[in-house]
C-alpha cells in the first residue's frame, strides 16, 4: 500500500497516547491542521534527533494552529519515557499492532527500516503534504511548517 499523497482524504484512527487515553485524528484534525509523523523507535539517534527538532519548533506549529502528532510501534510506556525524557509537548501515539502503519502505507523496508513519514492533513481531513527521508530529520519539520504556514494563510 502507497502512502496518502496531497489531495488525498486522510486515514482516521484512533490509538492511545503517551499517557494511555485514546486519541482520534479526526477529532484533531477537526480543530485544525495536524502533522502526523511516523518514526520508526523512540530513543534511537535518528529519531531523538527528529522528535526534539519537533520539540524546538513546537511553538511555531502551534501559533500557525497545528498540532503535531508522531506515531511509533513503541508501547505507551516506552512513549511515556521518551516523551519525559526529551520534555516532548506534543501526543505521541502507540500503534502496537500496526493498525494505523497500515492505514497510512507506513512500513519496513528491507525487513528492518520502517518508513520515517509525515504528513500535513488540513481541518477537512485532506491530506496536503507528504514528506518521507530516513536521513534528513529536521527536513521533515522544515517542510511541514512551510505547508502549515501556507495553510494558515488559506483560512
Not at 86 to 91: A, C
Not at 111 to 122: E, K, N
Request: hydrophobic share 45%.
Amino acid at each position: 500500500m502507497a502512502w496518502p499523497k496531497a489531495g488525498d482524504s486522510a486515514h482516521d484512527l484512533t490509538l492511545p497516547d503517551q499517557d494511555g487515553k485514546p486519541v482520534t485524528l479526526s477529532a484533531l484534525w477537526a480543530q485544525g491542521p495536524v502533522v502526523l509523523y511516523f518514526y520508526p523507535k523512540d530513543e534511537t539517534a535518528g529519531c531523538t534527533a527528529e522528535a526534539c527538532s519537533f520539540r524546538d519548533s513546537f511553538e511555531v506549529f502551534r501559533d500557525a494552529g497545528a498540532q503535531v502528532v508522531g506515531v511509533s510501534r513503541d508501547s505507551v510506556a516506552s512513549h511515556k519515557n521518551f516523551a519525559a525524557h526529551h520534555r516532548l509537548p506534543f501526543t505521541l501515539l502507540a500503534d502496537v499492532d500496526g493498525v494505523g502503519h497500515r492505514a497510512w502505507g507506513v512500513q519496513k523496508r528491507l525487513g528492518l527500516l520502517t518508513d520515517r513519514v509525515t504528513f500535513v492533513i488540513d481541518k477537512k481531513g485532506t491530506v496536503r503534504h507528504t514528506f518521507a527521508s530516513h536521513l534528513r530529520m529536521g527536513a521533515h519539520i522544515d517542510a511541514s511548517l512551510a505547508v502549515v504556514k501556507q495553510l494558515k494563510l488559506e483560512a
